[in-house]
């Protein structure tokens, strides 16, 4: 089974201050691994992802991820935060396993707040 | 816009009724996946379609149930409500299969 903790449940920024949200999985098999962000009242809109490869992923709107193997960790970086980075985001894998169906299993989700 | 249409944005009902959740796929794209996002329980996969055929079953209630069809529009059939239901319903497409997926706008139910 498969497991996502996302460490902080609200993260508060100053605005072009740099943040960090924090993921860690849990698998017993590989995984891909996933950033998603909900804006209010809108669906969820896929930031970046991580299939393999290079373990530092760039996504849209400036952000970047890492995967760490070792530490089983997937956290969410950007230098600069905009008031319009707040939204909620949320860390998803699914299972690289031979059943592997692409269901996403979510971390309970960080309300990133930038503040002016 | 994802290109996930999702009908309707709202529904309001009592318990004890049923509800059919009804959402579009992006053109191409045959894997529809359903996900319920509630404040207690966060965002659970209920159940994925590909093709017509269901393809796994995630967190989904007896009372819950869905269908693909031909033209690829899935349906969330939803019966004997009750007041814990109520929640935001996604439901996402994708062609890959791996996890990469657009998601609609969400049908918020409440019962009441």
């Known amino acids: 089974a498969q497991s996502v903790t996302q460490l902080d449940s609200q993260v508060p920024v100053f605005e072009e201050a740099p943040v960090e949200l924090r993921c860690n999985y849990s698998?017993?098999?590989?995984?891909?691994l996933f950033w998603y962000v909900q804006y209010p009242n809108q669906g969820l809109q896929l930031l970046l992802k991580?299939?393999?490869?290079?373990?530092l992923v760039k996504g849209i709107n400036g952000f970047e991820a890492e995967f760490n193997k070792s530490q089983t960790s997937f956290h969410l970086r950007k230098p600069s935060v905009h008031i319009s980075d707040t939204a909620e985001y949320f860390c998803?894998?699914?299972?690289?396993?031979?059943?592997?169906?692409?269901?996403?299993?979510f971390g309970q989700g960080t309300t990133l707040q930038v503040k002016p | 816009d994802s290109g996930v249409t999702q009908t309707p944005k709202h529904l309001i009902t009592a318990t004890g009724q049923r509800v059919t959740l009804r959402c579009s796929p992006r053109s191409g794209d045959l894997s529809v996946y359903w996900y319920q996002q509630s404040l207690d329980q966060g965002l659970q996969f209920l159940i994925q379609?590909?093709?017509?055929?269901?393809?796994a079953k995630g967190n989904i209630l007896e009372r819950f149930s869905a269908q693909q069809f031909p033209d690829l529009h899935s349906e969330l059939n939803l019966s004997s409500l009750e007041l814990g239901d109520s929640a935001l319903y996604f439901c996402?497409?994708?062609?890959?299969?791996?996890?990469?997926?657009?998601f609609g706008p969400g049908t918020r139910l409440t019962v009441t």
């Open positions: 379609y590909y093709n017509g055929e269901e393809r």
């Open positions: 998803a894998v699914s299972s690289d396993g031979s059943s592997n169906t692409g269901k996403l299993i």
């Open positions: 996402a497409s994708s062609t890959t299969g791996i996890g990469e997926q657009y």
């Open positions: 698998s017993s098999v590989s995984v891909y």
């Open positions: 991580y299939l393999s490869g290079s373990t």
